[in-house]
């Protein structure tokens, strides 16, 4: 047909439609955020840092030290009065006490050198089953060198943080799973169904969204009796954060499963005899999928703040496990902090990790959608 | 027309948009001019940059538009061009007036109506005195033959009607007696019967106040009655311009033939007398709940009707079209027939009773009734390929051996609605509105059904892909002996594939018959209305 032919063609230049899959869409509008890109990456550095973190501490972060105690952050240096050295190295500190105050005073002493070493041995551990003893690094000779200084029994922060970090990491991202698990679940059942059980089920989101938490840590953690391993702590942690938190989750999906049940496309599938199941995970799931994904990456971050939170006040990771809240639980004293001011260090690292994971999720928030407007 | 003073001047207007991908070209070199007195109409089918042209007589495009170099547009002669923003606030509403199509959204919902009309002239005339601004807006209002305007001044735009708030739109555009009028679409989302009277209204005004009117449409017929001056265009040009008559009776581009050519035309085919009854209604109803009841203060549920006991028959092979106003209960009828809402009376199907039956006993049924919804943008899963679109309804009812032999269905049923299998793999939002509308009918017919519901299966799409649409459902109702019930305001299209008509308002049954009798001979107003709302804007 000639008018066929007539409507088909368009001279007018356009870009080409691309033929790209979601995921593609996504990530290509998610790069045009560089801070969210540069924010993803560091996200990477972080957990691969935590997982590995044995490999990348110079030090056993359980070996204390009587020599060591409190000793400021030691600077890397590659030159020195002899010239350039290829190595860094670093001096040592040595410790003398004002004998009217007792205040401990830190004495550089340029004379002796400790070089760092790579890929070196160390002290072992276990990873995956497997007892290694490689490093990233360590100072020649079985000495010691401690670059984010020590704590109050001489243990190092460096290797203590890296280990905390993943400790962090790991209870945010449980807690996240729990919350995401059963507010998609407890959402999308209450938006979907609607009615008495939507009624009912919100009745309980709000009971959740109500609950004063605090109080029940705290009391949770009274109750608990002081033999109770620091793992058992740890998992009743994130399981009470993981049911109280998923409800402000829920009511947002609930919210979009209200409107998606409304959706042509869902009415076409049950003239087409699909069943409820059928219905929530080809029609609703997927159309919720990426709000989902956008406020967990946004919980992360208030869980990393929550477990420091908790942890600082002593009601959190119990040691002898390492949390960042709980090596800062370190420097809560007044007197230590003014005199040990290095004992901050995992404040860096907890602000870091928590403005990495916004960035990125105010970058991911703006890319799901790429179907919606330009 | 020449002697008249020329009001607007527009050349080479050239309008490209920054996109992801790169530049896309939306205007190419679009030039037209507006008379005082005169209405021009800009005439295309959705995406042919009719709307954007109009907006750079306003400045109103969006931040990634590139307005070309050679674009010279000059208002009473002289050239806007170099004007800033600060100065096209000035021109705006003063010497012109714009209205949108959407007059739902175009209104601010928390002032009332008299507010924002005054609103509009005080921008321009800072010293008005309150009791002048409200006189003002009065006699406005009285001009726009809004029914009591004396009360309807004080409301909010929620306690309006449609067409009434077009009325309210059309009042602020005109409030400080611009000399251009630009009208997007001004009709489209209103009621046939609306429609009329709206554009009828404009006609008056222009001529009262001797503006110059820019209206932009796709519809022809508004065209032919309405406009002096007709711009025809395509894929961001003008391929055609002339007087109005002349174009209608001397169209010399193919593209505008096309255009004309493609008013639904013909009538049905008429089906064999003795084809057996497959659906068969007997006094349908159905009403929603619009206020839950209260067991505590005795207080009975308020329920309101949308069907009022309606019968219907439908045989193999026939088209039934019904007819009405947005809010007659159309759609609800049809939802109702195939159990996506609860209704009362007798629904019958090949024999089978059908309101007897919750989801889970409907499940037999569902392969053999299938349904097309108005909006192809809604009725597509965006996160799902054609391929899974398609073949969601076989798998659901086990309709095919294997994966192979539901994809070659997959294949056929698309190509029998129009489309290259190549479409399998993408996701709708990569097709325009008519391709989406054919994988809805292909989704359809892939199950092989006897029966389809098409709920205004037209209204969202172009004429000449309306056309299409119309054509390919004339060809499938034949080469499968398909019943269709066909939901329809627009009457042109009824009468081109449906063999019978019922027309409804406000859930009751107005008239019913053959479509040639009841198209020709009438008998309710309320069906003249509609027939002359349809045709006659024509005329």
């Not at chain 1, 860096?348 to 999720?361: K, P, Q, R, T, Y």
């Not at chain 2, 959407?102 to 009309?117: A, C, K, R």
Request: include cysteine; glycine fraction near 8%; charged fraction near 20%.
């Amino acid at each position: 047909m000639q008018s066929e032919i007539i409507l088909e063609q368009d001279p007018r230049e356009r870009p080409k439609s691309s033929d790209e899959r979601y995921l593609a869409l996504v990530w290509r509008r998610f790069k045009r955020n560089k801070l969210a890109l540069v924010s993803m990456w560091l996200i990477l550095a972080m957990l691969i840092l935590a997982i590995f973190a044995s490999f990348f501490a110079p030090q056993d972060p359980a070996q204390r030290s009587n020599e060591d105690v409190y000793l400021p952050p030691q600077g890397i240096h590659f030159f020195s009065e002899e010239g350039f050295s290829l190595r860094p190295f670093v001096y040592t500190y040595e410790t003398t006490f004002d004998p009217e105050t007792f205040e401990a005073k830190y004495a550089l002493n340029t004379d002796k050198k400790v070089y760092l070493q790579f890929f070196s041995e160390g002290w072992e551990y276990n990873f995956l089953g497997m007892t290694l003893n490689t490093h990233l690094f360590s100072a020649q000779d079985n000495q010691r060198v401690y670059l984010l200084g020590t704590d109050g029994m001489g243990r190092d922060e460096l290797s203590r943080i890296f280990h905390g970090m993943g400790v962090t990491l790991l209870m945010a991202g449980l807690i996240t799973t729990i919350c995401v698990v059963v507010g998609s679940l407890v959402g999308i059942t209450s938006g979907y169904l609607g009615g008495k059980a939507d009624l009912w089920i919100q009745r309980v989101v709000e009971l959740m969204l109500a609950f004063p938490e605090l109080p029940l840590y705290l009391s949770v953690i009274a109750i608990l009796p002081k033999t109770v391993s620091p793992q058992t702590t740890f998992v009743l942690f994130v399981l009470l954060l993981g049911c109280l938190k998923w409800a402000q989750l829920a009511r947002e999906v609930r919210g979009k499963a209200l409107v998606l049940r409304e959706m042509d496309y869902v009415k076409s599938a049950i003239a087409a005899g699909a069943s409820d199941g059928r219905i929530v995970v080809h029609h609703i799931l997927p159309n919720v999928l990426s709000h989902v994904i956008v406020v967990a990456t946004g919980m992360i971050p208030t869980f990393i703040l929550t477990e420091s939170f908790l942890s600082f006040l002593g009601v959190g990771v119990q040691p002898p496990m390492i949390s960042l809240g709980l090596l800062l639980n370190a420097a809560r004293d007044y007197q230590v902090l003014g005199s040990y001011p290095w004992l901050l260090a995992p404040v860096g690292f907890i602000l870091v990790s928590v403005l990495v994971f916004n960035a990125a999720g105010d970058g991911l928030r703006d890319a799901v959608d790429p179907y919606s407007g330009r | 027309m020449n002697e008249q003073t020329l009001l607007v001047n527009a050349e080479n207007i050239q309008v490209d948009f920054k996109t992801e991908g790169g530049i896309a070209q939306a205007v190419r070199d679009v030039s037209f001019k507006i008379y005082k007195g005169q209405t021009v109409a800009l005439v295309g089918e959705s995406g042919s940059g009719k709307s954007i042209s109009a907006r750079v007589l306003m400045k109103l495009l969006p931040k990634s538009a590139i307005v070309g170099k050679a674009t010279r547009i000059t208002l009473h002669g002289e050239d806007m061009s170099g004007y800033t923003e600060q100065d096209m606030r000035k021109i705006r509403g003063k010497k012109i007036g714009m209205i949108f199509q959407e007059p739902m959204t175009s209104l601010n919902p928390i002032y009332t109506v008299g507010d924002q009309i005054g609103e509009i002239i005080r921008e321009h005339n800072r010293t008005i005195s309150k009791q002048a601004l409200r006189e003002q807006v009065l006699s406005l209002l009285t001009e726009m033959q809004l029914p009591d305007p004396e009360k309807r001044i004080d409301q909010y735009p929620h306690q309006m009607s449609g067409g009434q708030r077009q009325r309210v739109m059309i009042a602020m555009a005109l409030a400080n007696k611009p000399d251009l009028l630009i009208a997007d679409e001004p009709t489209t989302a209103l009621d046939v019967t609306v429609q009329a009277e709206i554009l009828n209204l404009l006609k008056r005004l222009q001529e009262k106040f001797q503006m110059g009117v820019l209206l932009i449409t796709h519809d022809l017929t508004i065209v032919r009655k309405y406009a002096d001056w007709v711009y025809v265009m395509q894929h961001g040009q003008v391929v055609e311009n002339n007087e109005t008559e002349s174009l209608f009776t001397n169209p010399t581009h193919g593209y505008t033939q096309h255009l004309l050519n493609s008013e639904p035309k013909g009538t049905a085919p008429a089906v064999p007398a003795d084809n057996p009854i497959l659906l068969e209604g007997k006094n349908v109803q159905v009403s929603f709940v619009t206020e839950p009841g209260n067991w505590w203060l005795r207080r009975p549920e308020k329920r309101f009707n949308a069907v009022k006991g309606l019968d219907l028959t439908l045989r193999r092979g026939e088209t039934l079209g019904i007819v009405g106003e947005s809010g007659s209960g159309k759609t609800t009828l049809g939802h109702a027939i195939l159990r996506l809402l609860d209704s009362e009376g007798e629904l019958i199907y090949d024999g089978m009773t059908l309101h007897d039956r919750d989801r889970k006993a409907m499940r037999p049924l569902r392969k053999r009734m299938q349904i097309v919804f108005q909006d192809p943008f809604s009725s597509l899963n965006p996160r799902m390929t054609v391929r899974q679109i398609i073949q969601e309804g076989m798998i659901i009812n086990g309709i095919g051996k294997d994966d192979n032999d539901r994809e070659q269905r997959a294949i056929q049923a698309l190509q029998e609605s129009g489309l290259a299998p190549f479409a399998l793999d993408r996701f709708p939002h990569e097709f325009s509105g008519g391709q989406r509308q054919r994988i809805a009918i292909a989704k359809a017919i892939a199950m092989e059904p006897e029966f389809i519901l098409l709920d205004e299966p037209t209204s969202a799409l172009d004429l000449s892909v309306q056309n299409q649409i119309i054509q390919l459902l004339r060809q499938l109702q034949q080469k499968h002996n398909l019943s269709f019930l066909f939901i329809s305001h627009d009457l042109r299209v009824v009468r081109a594939l449906c063999h019978r008509i019922m027309v409804m308002r406000h859930g009751d049954l107005v008239e019913m018959g053959d479509t040639v009798t009841v198209m020709d001979n009438p008998k309710e107003e309320y069906t003249r209305r509609l027939i002359r709302a349809a045709f006659e804007v024509a005329a």
